[in-house]
């Protein structure tokens, strides 16, 4: 499309050819490639303005038309299958309003001739799936082929790829008729193609040739449903609700309407949705789309719309169809999940684990029936493959209760040539480094305890049981204390008086009292508890004991090489890089020295030598009270010793240790025959007795 203000607007016969030009081509990226460029609201639009160009002027009508046509194309790949009787599509109430119903109510009622007088007709009302048509074909009681819709009247057989779906019946019960055609929709949970696109990603960025990630669940599962390779079908969960039917030979027990039907259908195993509904009346309907549009985010799967049907089929026969379409059912839609705006700029958002978010500020735009100004480009490698930039013009997607998202660029409406997305490489909320570790797609901020938005959950990692503890500092209170400003770094919180504390909002006095101590208590700690609650980035409990271990004294691991950080055991290159990169940021040897200053004290040491590790490769699991020790020390003991604690029994456990009222891991560890000892005999397993390093 040319968007030249000064050119003469285009004749209709030019306007018509160029709306079929670009429909053909968003049809076949759309049908054909499962790709498209385009939201489908897009779509409609130009081609309604066809529609409406072809009626004020029918001589410019040609046959191949996309208005002349039922749905995609056929593809080269699958066998053709020809339809017994032809797969229908329906009239859109495009109203979104739920009052639209009401327009179909009125033309049914003009239609069979009924005046006021007269008694509300039936309806039933379902859920409009927004997957891809499927027909199935029993015989016998046996599902002998899955063909797509195609054009209506021919489709393509993908039977081998719809026998993966658990969902769909292979066999069906005796009182089955013995030709049954039943017709209904494939499509994908919205979870599953939230981690299908994330199993894609990870395998982009290991390197993966031929890969990409889908626009969206119905993409997805055209995509499954027409995937050559069955093998890889079979891996992309889809799911299938029946709605209709097609041909049936030999019925003995035919239903007179479009709910027992249905009924039947689940009686046979088919999984019918549970909102499907009778309604009697234009308001039953109304109230329909209202219950359905009120929680259409909690559903599992994206719906466009909901359809109604006249329930008896003796008047569906009467009613008949225009052109291809039956005068008895309609889809009424909702507002649509994808919509086309424009970038204002890329911001990055830095998350409360210091991820490094690119985000892509919208003009706004209704999508899904709310406002989006933002929306996620996930991650560098993303927003530089979408190759989103500052001024494009993108299809934005909404759908439930995930945000909203990026899903594609119209490169052909880009003006000029912005610049490519690149990724700051510091922190924009504290300015230090920002590090993206080999293998890993997310940068990070290597600010930990400095950055501020990361500032709460560095100060409860500190404060945990298994780091610094401090007694009484959770949740609640580090959030009252950041978001009042009364904390703004690790080391304020030993700042913090009686008064300061007692003066918070339902902060009981005797509760201040309590906290000033557990701060005071907790500033006696050790090297491995103070260097873990640092929450340096893969500084686990295990590898702070080690570091602690090794270099005796915190200023020694501060000014440690990588060379010299990798020498610990069980330090990795990644590791030491990490520990390297944090200690390498002035703010946090600041904060460093600001709690060395507020009183915080360890014993330090010389470098020992490891301990000897006779459990090493052992696999334990801690369950019930203990004579002597706490399941911490436990846990502790073991880990020294080099033992693994896992928190639950599998065949890969090599000692269940019991303690009383051992509960459902020890009944696992019996029936899985896995050793189960007692403390003292846990004990006997160690070197010897071992402090809290
Ligand atoms: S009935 C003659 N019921 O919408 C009636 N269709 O254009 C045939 N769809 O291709 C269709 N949910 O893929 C019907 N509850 C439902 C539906 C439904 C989704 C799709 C179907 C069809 C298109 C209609």
């Known amino acids: 499309m040319t968007d030249d203000l000064f050119a003469e607007p285009p004749s209709p016969a030019a306007r018509a050819a160029e709306l079929r030009a670009q429909l053909h081509h968003h049809a076949h990226r759309y049908y054909t490639l499962d790709d498209p460029e385009i939201p489908d609201a897009e779509y409609d639009k130009l081609f309604r303005e066809l529609q409406s160009i072809e009626a004020a002027h029918p001589e410019l009508l040609t046959s191949d038309s996309p208005t002349q046509r039922v749905g995609g194309r056929v593809l080269e790949m699958f066998t053709p299958v020809r339809h017994a009787v032809p797969m229908l599509s329906i009239n859109t109430e495009t109203d979104t309003e739920p009052s639209g119903a009401r327009n179909f109510d009125a033309r049914v009622r003009r239609a069979l001739g009924l005046t006021e007088a007269d008694p509300p007709v039936d309806y039933v009302a379902e859920l409009k799936f927004d997957g891809l048509a499927m027909s199935l074909r029993y015989e016998d009681g046996v599902l002998v082929q899955a063909a797509t819709r195609g054009d209506g009247e021919v489709g393509e057989d993908v039977t081998t790829n719809i026998r993966t779906i658990s969902q769909v019946p292979l066999r069906l019960p005796a009182d089955a008729p013995p030709v049954l055609e039943v017709r209904g929709e494939v499509y994908m949970r919205r979870d599953q193609f939230e981690a299908l696109n ?40 889809l799911s299938f609700f029946a709605y209709s039917w097609g041909e049936v030979q030999g019925d003995t027990a035919a239903p007179a309407t479009q709910y027992d039907w249905l009924m039947r259908l689940k009686g046979w195993g088919f999984p019918v949705a549970e909102q499907t509904a009778k309604a009697t009346g234009a308001d039953a309907l109304v109230a329909f789309h209202q219950r359905v549009g009120a929680s259409r985010d909690q559903l599992p799967y994206d719906i ?119 990724m700051p490489r510091s922190c924009p909320v504290c300015g230090s480094e920002a590090v993206r570790e080999e293998g890993e797609v997310d940068f990070r901020c290597s600010g930990g305890l400095f950055c501020g938005a990361q500032r709460k959950q560095a100060i409860l990692h500190f404060a945990q049981r298994r780091a610094v503890e401090v007694e009484g500092l959770g949740d609640k209170l580090v959030e009252q204390l950041v978001d009042t400003g009364v904390v703004k770094t690790l080391p304020d919180v030993y700042r913090l008086g009686f008064t300061a504390l007692a003066g918070l909002d339902r902060m009981a006095e005797k509760s201040a009292k309590n906290i000033v101590e557990a701060l005071e208590k ?53 590791v030491a890089q990490s520990i390297h990169t944090f200690f390498e940021q002035a703010h946090n040897r600041e904060v460093v020295e600001q709690l060395r200053a507020c009183g915080l004290t360890w014993e330090e040491g010389e470098p020992a030598e490891r301990a000897p590790q006779p459990l090493a490769g052992k696999t334990f699991v801690l369950t019930g009270t203990f004579p002597s020790l706490s399941r911490d020390q436990a846990k502790d003991l073991l880990e020294a010793a080099g033992a693994k604690v896992a928190g639950s029994v599998s065949k890969k456990t090599d000692y269940v240790v019991a303690g009383a009222e051992a509960g459902s891991k020890l009944e696992k560890a019996q029936s899985l025959g896995v050793t189960v000892i007692d403390e003292a005999q846990m004990l006997a397993l160690l070197p010897n007795a071992q402090g809290d390093s």
């Open 522 to 574: 907790s500033k006696r700690t050790t090297l491995p508890r103070f260097l873990f609650g640092l929450g340096i980035r893969h500084v686990g409990e295990a590898t702070a004991k080690e570091l602690a271990r090794h270099f005796g004294q915190l200023d020694r691991i501060m000014d440690a090489s990588v060379e010299a950080l990798s020498e610990v055991s069980d330090v990795g290159p990644v």
């Open 198 to 237: 994330e199993a894609q990603r990870a395998k982009m960025a290991a390197g993966a040739k031929g890969e990409k990630t889908f626009v969206n669940p119905r993409n997805a599962a055209a995509g499954a449903v027409r995937q050559l390779d069955s093998r890889i079908a079979a891996q992309r969960p």
């Open 304 to 422: 466009d719309g909901v359809v109604y049907k006249v329930d008896s089929l003796a008047l569906q026969k009467r009613l008949g169809f225009v052109t291809r379409e039956p005068r008895w059912a309609v889809a009424h839609k909702y507002p649509a999940q994808e919509q086309l705006t424009t970038v204002l700029a890329i911001d990055v958002q830095v998350g409360r684990t210091g991820k490094l978010t690119p985000v892509a500020k919208l003009a706004p735009v209704f999508v899904g029936g709310v406002t989006v100004t933002n929306a996620t480009l996930h991650n560098e490698d993303e927003a530089r493959r979408k190759d989103v930039r500052v001024g494009d013009t993108v299809v934005v997607r909404r759908a439930g209760d995930v945000i909203p998202e990026v899903v594609s660029v119209l490169l052909d409406k880009r003006i000029g040539e912005p610049a490519p997305f690149t």
